[in-house]
């Protein structure tokens, strides 16, 4: 079992930035793709970024491709995600989640992901 926990959410004004961060529990962190999705009130939840093991491949939203950032540090079983210039329309809540170990691939799909955080609210004010 993988506990995923996020941090960094918060409340920022339109044009700032937040950095979101997710630890894994499991050491088989490295072996498996991340994700980081979001719901905004009364919405359903969509993708915002995915990320390789390797880090050599990711996916984004298109709304936030050139506003974000996700990476990764296996050695620290963590995933980021750097959002800058951010936009009312920005506002949710991010999950972070993970693909099982040994699925190693970035994806935009949440039904291929077997774990999830608690989430972290972000609220950008106008």
């Known amino acids: 079992q993988v506990t995923l926990v996020e941090s960094g959410g918060g409340l920022v004004q339109t044009g700032g930035s937040l950095r979101l961060s997710c630890v894994a529990s499991?050491?088989?962190?490295?072996?498996?793709?991340m994700g980081w999705f979001r719901q905004a009130s009364e919405k359903e939840r969509e993708p915002v970024a995915a990320?390789?093991?390797?880090?050599?491949?990711?996916y984004y939203l298109g709304s936030v491709k050139d506003r974000f950032s996700i990476s990764r540090d296996n050695a620290k079983n963590t995933v980021y995600l750097q959002m800058n210039s951010l936009k009312p329309e920005d506002t949710a809540v991010y999950y972070c989640?993970?693909?099982?170990?040994?699925?190693?691939?970035?994806?935009?799909?949440?039904?291929?992901?077997?774990?999830w955080g608690q989430g972290t609210q972000v609220t950008v004010s106008s």
């Open positions: 989640a993970s693909r099982r170990p040994g699925m190693f691939t970035a994806t935009p799909a949440a039904g291929l992901y077997d774990y």
């Open positions: 990320i390789s093991v390797s880090g050599d491949s990711t």
């Open positions: 499991e050491g088989t962190f490295s072996r498996s793709g």
